[in-house]
């Protein structure tokens, strides 16, 4: 598959790699900066965008297709470029994106060959010894012909994605450093408004988002604002009666709701799509469960015998995607072994605490301590 192919179109919920929408459609500029404030990696996100949402720095903004040109005289030419951001900032959107715009001859021509590498597959072979060549040749199938003696003299620019994720060690020299900030207000909008052809839904929505502050901040980040949006969408083209959420906790209870009415009207069953049945608890428990003893370890990706560890039968992943592909998603990489994700940081720790909640109503005091390190 060619990378115009790969990157044109962005997978949302239950849809498969190679489907979806069109990125183009889409895509809402980002906020990003040269630099990176002093709040990435030492708080959490929440309260680092509470932070930065108050604050009115003077930051140095740089398109997401200028990375690599030099903004100043005092610049040299730039090789490597770090980006850093909070999960679900939009760090990867900005790979397809800067991919996509090559690949349609839009942007950075000067570069023969764009090659973008998932460090979630490159976490795959770990274990194996592959040179340069082999490992292009294996994830990009379309550059077999290519030589040994090509990548000497063409201009090539490897993209590690989720560089987090990895278990390598990679150093560097000659970095920029830029900051993926997400969505200013105006970009918020935006997004919303690209979201949804119904001008009038859309202004209910950026409306009730700026009357709650912590949804508004929230919305800095892309992926929350794509969670905001399927909630409120639901909530206000349905005769629903009730408030709309205020709060995260608020939110992300609509959220799994959805995504279990939707499993139940795709897959059938006699129960009315609203009622949570004990099959539905027993399962956001099961997810809970994963959710809470990777957060512990710091995990933030699984793979099938961790799934099968907490309950979970991976030969129903069909169902899940009913019921979780918007709340947990596999990702299907190139060697053909599911790589489990939650969809956002913030949900797997709201799963978490759910599971936390229903433990110390049962009084289990095992799980409990474990929690406290007693």
């Not at 290519?146 to 987090?164: C, P, S």
Request: aromatic share 10%; net charge neutral.
């Amino acid at each position: 598959m060619s990378l115009k192919r790969r990157c044109e179109h962005v997978t949302e919920g239950t849809h498969e790699a190679g489907s979806g929408t069109l990125l183009n459609k889409i895509y809402t500029e980002l906020y990003i900066t040269e630099g990176q404030s002093e709040e990435v990696d030492t708080q959490h996100e929440v309260r680092q965008l509470e932070r930065t949402s108050q604050k009115n720095i003077q930051d140095t903004p740089i398109k997401c297709q200028d990375l690599f040109k030099v903004l100043s005289e005092q610049q040299r030419h730039i090789r490597v470029v770090l980006t850093n951001g909070v999960a679900g900032v939009g760090k990867t959107f900005s790979v397809q994106k800067f991919s996509l715009d090559w690949a349609e001859g839009l942007e950075n021509q000067d570069i023969s060959l764009v090659l973008p590498l998932s460090c979630r597959e490159l976490n795959l072979i770990r274990d194996e010894q592959h040179s340069l060549l082999s490992l292009l040749h294996v994830f990009h199938p379309t550059l077999q012909k290519i030589r040994a003696e090509d990548l000497t003299v063409w201009k090539l620019l490897f993209i590690f994605d989720g560089l987090d994720e990895s278990r390598f060690s990679l150093g560097f020299n000659t970095i920029r450093i830029t900051e993926v900030r997400g969505f200013t207000d105006s970009q918020k909008e935006e997004y919303f408004r690209r979201r949804f052809s119904d001008e009038d839904l859309s202004k209910r929505i950026i409306s009730h988002i700026k009357a709650s502050r912590s949804l508004h901040i929230m919305c800095l980040i892309p992926v929350f604002c794509w969670i905001t949006a399927i909630v409120l969408e639901d909530m206000m083209t349905r005769d629903q009666r009730g408030e709309l959420p205020q709060t995260l906790t608020d939110l992300y209870s609509h959220f799994l709701r959805v995504q279990i009415r939707r499993k139940k009207q795709k897959y059938g069953g006699k129960q009315r799509p609203e009622e949570l049945t004990e099959a539905d608890k027993e399962l956001l428990l099961k997810l809970g469960r994963l959710a809470f003893e990777h957060l512990e370890k710091g995990n933030i990706m699984f793979y099938s015998e961790d799934l099968e560890r907490c309950g979970l039968d991976v030969s129903e992943v069909s169902v899940y995607s009913g019921v979780c592909t918007e709340i947990f998603k596999r990702e299907s990489v190139i060697f053909q072994k599911s790589v489990y994700c939650f969809v956002h940081l913030s949900v797997q720790e709201f799963l978490a605490a759910v599971y936390m909640f229903h433990r110390s109503t049962r009084k289990d005091t095992v799980v409990i301590n474990q929690f406290l390190n007693f």
